[in-house]
């Protein structure tokens, strides 16, 4: 049979309670608001959900092209902008959004801002 001292219980408690803990920790931080007006939230979720982090800039504008959604003039290779229609579910009002895509030095996105139109 083998035998623990009370150091180690409680180190291996410790190390289980840190495991569950980093295991919820991102399902919390799920998240990420690229907004504070809440009229633009069902946007954002839309783009979260479709264009995450990551995602390659050929990926980003064969989405917007398959929405119809317009494409802004930028002069900075690294910078999408487009205007973004959506009906808000809840309300049932259209709702529209100019959402600016930051992408790397290898045209993977990096975030993108939403301000209201």
Sequence with gaps: MCKHD??????????LLLGVLMTLTPA????????????LRQIDEMLDAQLPAGTP?????????????PLE?????????ATIHHVDTETLKPVTARVT???DAEDKLKSYELTPQ
Excluded: E, M, W
């Design 6 to 15: 009370g150091t180690s219980v409680i180190l291996l408690t410790g190390l």
């Design 28 to 39: 919390g931080c799920k998240q990420s608001s690229h907004t504070s007006d809440p009229r």
């Design 57 to 69: 800039k050929s990926r980003v504008l064969f989405y917007l092209s398959s929405q119809g959604f």
């Design 73 to 81: 003039n930028s002069n900075d290779p690294h910078v999408i902008a």
């Design 101 to 103: 895509f930051q992408f």
